[in-house]
């Protein structure tokens, strides 16, 4: 039996699907307002940020490791007590100053495959794509790290997510304030259904500014 294009299903976005989809990968409490919730804030950020496949905990366990390691060096190197504090210091800031390292790396990269995303955004517009269409054609053209997340948004789009919904974690897990001014493009033109073209030639503009 044969499989041809007329006999497959056609899958079609189901709203009613939506809620099932995890919308962010928060891990700090969300409604919490505490000056430790607000510190894990950062933390699951800088996580998701930095690009890294780690989660949080494997972070925290490596900066346990990395305070012991050097910390217990210092204190048989040295046996002193001021020298093991500063080793156990350094230790446990070592995982946190690679993602700081790697964030801003991934933020810089990010940033430059914009205009090459928009580029692309445009030239399926010219040849008659709505704006799902080219988010998706875009999307699969693009690189990571950045082709990497707008597939992710697409993957919502075809549940039934709108736009903005899809888009709205987007420069939280970027850091890129390049990105907020894109999703905000991309929600107007969804909402107010504006031409397409027009709009991107506008975001390049301000982009570039």
């Known amino acids: ?5 007329a006999n497959r299903l056609r899958i079609e976005p189901q709203p009613q699907f939506a809620k099932i989809l995890k919308v962010d990968d928060s891990y700090a409490p969300p409604d ?33 490791l990395g305070a012991v390691t050097i910390g217990g060096a210092a204190f048989v190197v040295t046996e002193n007590l001021l020298w093991t504090a ?15 390292i790697a964030r801003a790396r991934r933020v810089r990269k990010v940033e430059r495959q914009i205009p090459e995303l928009i580029e692309g955004l445009e030239h399926a517009a010219r040849h008659g794509r709505g704006l799902a269409q080219s988010l998706e054609m875009s999307a699969a053209e693009t690189p990571a790290p950045l082709g990497v997340e707008i597939q992710r948004a697409v ?26 001014t894109l999703v905000s493009a991309l929600a107007e033109h969804d909402r107010s259904g504006c031409d397409l073209i027009d709009h991107l030639e506008r975001l390049k503009s301000r982009l570039a500014t």
Do not use: K
């Open 155 to 180: 993957r919502r789009m075809r549940m039934g997510i709108g736009v903005e919904a899809a888009f709205e974690d987007l420069p939280e897990r970027t850091g890129s304030t390049q990105i907020s």
């Open 1 to 5: 039996m044969t499989t041809g294009p």
């Open 86 to 100: 500063l080793g156990l210091a350094i230790g446990a800031f070592l995982p946190i100053y690679w993602l700081l």
């Open 32 to 64: 919490s307002t505490s000056a430790a919730a607000r510190i894990n804030g950062r933390f699951d950020r800088l996580v998701v940020q930095s690009g890294t496949s780690a989660a949080p905990g494997v972070v925290l366990r490596l900066c346990v």
